[in-house]
């Protein structure tokens, strides 16, 4: 089974600032896919961004990036000129693809972003 | 592309009533999930159709669940003798069969006293 660990309950951040959220995950398969969802308030899950594990270039999304590093099981979210908005709940979620596309999801960081 | 919509957005029950739930995917999306999200904790995959064949089931999902996708369009997931431990947000999802995407709705929160 493939689990998915998130070892920061809450952060917080000023704003314009950069915060890194971490995220680790234990599978022992070499294709997937790594996600980034935010959870507002509204408690609607929105796609950030997402990794597929055969891809070496670290993915972007404007001012949201990762760091992947598959070797050691990781893929911490990076968020820069951090903005209000960005308070949310962020899940990191894993996917082996053509196994029914199964979503492995962490617990959660709880991100504010402080004016 | 109207996104995925549920209904209803919150629901109230009685404990031993039953509930039911439904979730609208995006049009050409042919698989849907639903997921069990309780508060603090990242969603917790309950099942799985493509198209109208459920192919995946939790072992979260009891057999007071049930969920259907009778024309690989909605689905309706419902739960009877409801009990105090099924309070939580019910996600639903759907994706593509190209797209790894994976896209929900805005989830119905229930509450069982």
């Known amino acids: 089974a493939q689990t998915v660990t998130q070892s920061q309950p809450e952060m917080s951040v000023q704003e314009a600032e950069t915060v890194t959220l971490s995220c680790t995950y234990d599978?022992?398969?070499?294709?997937?896919?790594l996600f980034w969802y935010k959870q507002p308030p509204s408690r609607q899950m929105i796609l950030v961004i997402r990794?597929?594990?055969?891809?070496?270039q670290n993915a972007t999304e404007n001012r949201f990036s990762v760091n992947f590093q598959k070797a050691a099981k990781s893929f911490s979210l990076k968020i820069s000129d951090s903005q209000l908005g960005d308070t949310a709940m962020y899940f990191c979620?894993?996917?082996?693809?053509?196994?029914?596309?199964?979503?492995?999801f962490g617990t959660g960081t709880s991100l504010t972003v402080i004016p | 592309d109207t996104g995925v919509s549920q209904d209803p957005r919150h629901k109230i029950t009685k404990r031993g009533q039953n509930v039911t739930f439904r979730c609208d995917p995006i049009?050409?999306?042919?698989?849907l999930y639903w997921y069990r999200q309780t508060l603090g904790q990242g969603p917790e995959f309950l099942t799985y159709?493509?198209?109208?064949?459920?192919?995946?089931k939790s072992r979260l999902l009891s057999d007071r669940f049930s969920a259907e996708r009778p024309k690989g369009s909605f689905s309706t997931l419902e739960i009877q003798r409801t009990e105090q431990g099924d309070s939580a947000m019910y996600l639903c999802?759907?994706?593509?069969?190209?797209?790894?995407?994976?896209?929900f709705g805005s989830g119905t929160q229930l509450s069982v006293l």
């Open positions: 999802a759907s994706k593509g069969v190209t797209n790894e995407k994976l896209f």
């Open positions: 599978t022992s398969e070499s294709n997937y896919y």
């Open positions: 990794q597929e594990a055969y891809k070496q």
């Open positions: 979620a894993f996917m082996k693809p053509n196994t029914g596309n199964q979503f492995y």
């Open positions: 049009s050409e999306h042919n698989r």
């Open positions: 159709f493509q198209n109208e064949a459920q192919l995946e």
